[in-house]
């Protein structure tokens, strides 16, 4: 087996098991939230801002995750070495990782919650994710953002 293969094969399964986890997390978030109720009734507002009629209630507030990895980490190099690097496109891979805007590489994981809007759920999925990255030596942050 080729080196270039045997160092995909490692990186995808630290991938897969990190898509795994934070799957399980967002799930898990979910039924809880389920479980208290909505937190928040959205109401219509004109444009000066009076409350109106009730559109709609929200489990959590509205904000999403993402993880920023270092540029110089050895798991970088290898994402380089076998082409998995500032992949953007949604083709079929479960993550997209790309250059940041201010330092390193952002990573995003993909799992079918990742569409939710509510934050807890986001930041849950993610810091599973990152204790995988971590545990496989991966130095990585969390970020967060309401929206």
């Given at each position: 087996?080729?080196?270039k293969?045997?160092?995909?094969?490692?990186?995808?399964?630290?991938?897969?098991?990190?898509?795994?986890?934070?799957?399980?997390?967002?799930?898990?978030?979910?039924?809880q939230?389920?479980?208290?109720?909505?937190?928040?009734?959205?109401?219509?507002?004109?444009?000066?801002?009076?409350?109106?009629?009730?559109?709609?209630?929200?489990?959590?507030?509205?904000?999403?995750?993402y993880?920023?990895?270092?540029?110089?980490?050895?798991?970088?190099?290898?994402?380089?070495?076998?082409?998995?690097?500032?992949?953007?496109?949604?083709?079929?891979?479960?993550?997209s990782?790309?250059?940041?805007?201010?330092?390193?590489?952002?990573?995003?994981?993909?799992?079918?919650?990742?569409?939710?809007?509510?934050?807890?759920?986001?930041?849950?999925?993610?810091?599973?994710?990152?204790?995988?990255?971590?545990?496989?030596?991966?130095?990585?942050?969390?970020?967060?953002?309401?929206?």
């Open positions: 087996m080729s080196e293969k045997t160092i995909e094969s490692n990186a995808v399964k630290i991938l897969r098991a990190a898509t795994w986890a934070a799957e399980t997390a967002a799930r898990a978030t979910l039924d939230l389920e479980a208290a109720g909505s937190k928040y009734v959205v109401h219509e507002s004109d444009i000066l801002g009076k409350k109106g009629r009730v559109v709609g209630e929200m489990l959590d507030l509205c904000g999403g995750a993880l920023q990895i270092p540029g110089t980490t050895s798991f970088i190099r290898e994402l380089k070495k076998v082409g998995k690097l500032e992949v953007q496109t949604y083709s079929g891979d479960f993550w990782i790309w250059k940041s805007v201010y330092k390193g590489y952002q990573l995003s994981i993909r799992f079918p919650l990742q569409g939710r809007q509510e934050m807890s759920i986001q930041i849950a999925a993610m810091n599973a994710a990152l204790r995988v990255l971590r545990e496989n030596g991966i130095n990585a942050t969390m970020k967060s953002y309401v929206d």
